[in-house]
């Protein structure tokens, strides 16, 4: 994988010169182009769609919106194309390439790239991601399919998406929380500060009830909200805590084997600490269990 997916389409990108663009703030910084890139003046009626697109539906106002800047100031970056037989597939630009229709243009400036089909969908998935208009859950199921899809462990794809692991992380815990709540993240209800901090409750009807709570007239600020989660945590924490017996522990050493495939001791320390030890045989198995711990 090219190092510059990394940093989205930025490292694609040629510096665009003169007086038309000079009171534009580009969304990415602009990069040469290294010497294997090639940009063409391309056949709108020769480009054909790319169909691993992941987004189907694009919003007509954007799109006008973008039609009306493009025919000011020209397009400031390229679409990305890759040839197939006798034509050119498109891997990222569809909103460009739309709005180059909309207003009559036949010719639009192009990225050529030798490109596998994995590649093409990896490279349109992650432009997909960085889009502005994506809400929260859209960005976290972006990064899971980015994860899932091409095997990566959380650290790849936060190095190809130009953002730290941890940030990764958290974004994808957002899928773990109820139905209803991600609903509520996704329309606005709450915000990602909001539901970053119902993460800290431990079970989905704790969450939604609080949840319940903000949204049916008690309304309360991110830090209103984590000094209540607080409260919760704090008075659980003079409950005594459940003891896992040797049956118990047998039974989470028998699913642990079962998730990484190979052998999974647990052993009891002083104050109820754990040993978990994980047995391989081999530098592919050790990579093996390494790579489904990593993922979410």
């Keep these: ?38 940009v063409r003046d391309l056949s709108i009626d020769q480009i054909d ?9 694009f919003d007509e106002k954007t799109l006008d919106e973008l039609a009306a800047s493009i025919e000011t100031y020209g397009l400031l970056e390229p679409i990305v194309v890759t040839p197939v037989g006798s034509r050119w597939q498109l891997v990222a630009g569809e909103r460009r390439l739309r709005a180059h229709k909309k207003i009559g243009r036949t010719i639009i400036p192009a990225i050529v790239r030798s490109t596998s089909e994995l590649k093409r969908l990896e490279l349109a998935r992650i432009e997909n991601i960085q889009r502005e208009d ?11 399919k980015l994860v899932n899809d091409f095997g990566l462990t959380q650290d790849e794809a936060a190095k190809k998406m130009g953002m730290a ?24 209800t709450i915000s990602e500060g909001h539901a970053k901090v119902l993460l800290g409750l431990e079970t989905p009807s704790e969450q939604m009830r609080l949840y319940q709570q903000m949204t049916r007239g008690n309304a309360m ?24 017996d040797d049956r118990e522990l047998r039974g989470i ?20 600490a754990k040993t978990i030890a994980i047995e391989t045989y081999s530098d592919e198995e050790f990579r093996h269990v390494i790579k489904r711990l990593s993922r979410p």
């Design 134 to 144: 994506l809400n929260p859950i859209e960005r976290a199921e972006g990064l899971a």
């Design 253 to 272: 050493e028998d699913r642990l084997q079962n998730a990484l495939g190979t052998k999974v001791k647990i052993q009891r320390r002083s104050r109820g």
């Design 221 to 244: 600020s991110v830090r209103d909200l984590a000094e209540e989660v607080h409260e919760k945590q704090r008075g659980k924490k003079s409950i005594p805590q459940h003891t896992l």
């Design 1 to 38: 994988m090219t190092k510059g997916l990394g940093r989205g389409l930025s490292s694609l990108i040629p510096p665009k010169s003169g007086p038309s663009s000079a009171s534009i703030t580009p969304v990415f910084t602009h990069r040469p182009l290294s010497s294997s890139m090639d």
């Design 165 to 188: 692991r941890s940030s990764l992380a958290n974004t994808l815990r957002l899928l773990d929380l109820p139905t209803e709540i991600q609903l509520g993240l996704a329309n606005r």
């Design 49 to 57: 769609p790319n169909p691993l697109q992941p987004r189907q539906q």
